[in-house]
């Protein structure tokens, strides 16, 4: 099974980028999500970002085009769209959001991540 998205590179002043972590789950992604019937990329950003953080999209380019093991859906396969984007208003956590984090693509850490953002988003920003 594919599982559509559209997901969100945010990054603050020093380089970092905005992770979140959904209700019910274990692992940091980016923010964004799935497409409603009849949304475009942009659209369904835009939604996401309004629902998910309370900020307006006012920028975005794509970065690419990614695909991994999905994160939290067992024998899925995610292929997200991933833009760099600029936003406007202050970041606030909600709808289904639990958690958020910034993370350093060239240093993350030991924050738990999706396999899309370990393994090629976070080393495609860092590189």
């Known amino acids: 099974m594919i599982v559509d998205v559209v997901g969100a590179v945010i990054r603050d002043p020093a380089g970092r980028v905005l992770t979140v972590r959904k ?3 274990s692992r940091f992604m980016l923010p964004g999500g799935k497409r409603e019937p ?4 942009l659209t369904a950003l835009e939604r996401e970002l309004r629902e998910e953080l309370g900020v307006r999209l006012v920028r975005a380019d794509l970065l690419g085009r ?5 994160a939290n859906e067992p024998d899925a396969t995610v292929r997200s769209h991933a833009y760099i984007v600029g936003i406007e208003g202050e970041i606030e956590i909600q709808a289904e959001i639990e958690a958020m984090r910034w993370i350093d693509p060239t240093s993350p850490g030991d924050t738990p991540l999706a396999p899309l953002l370990l393994g090629q988003i976070l080393p495609r920003l860092a590189g």
Not at 66 to 70: I, L
């Open 38 to 41: 009849g949304e475009d990329d």
């Open 66 to 70: 990614f695909e991994a093991p999905a």
């Open 23 to 25: 209700r019910a789950t």
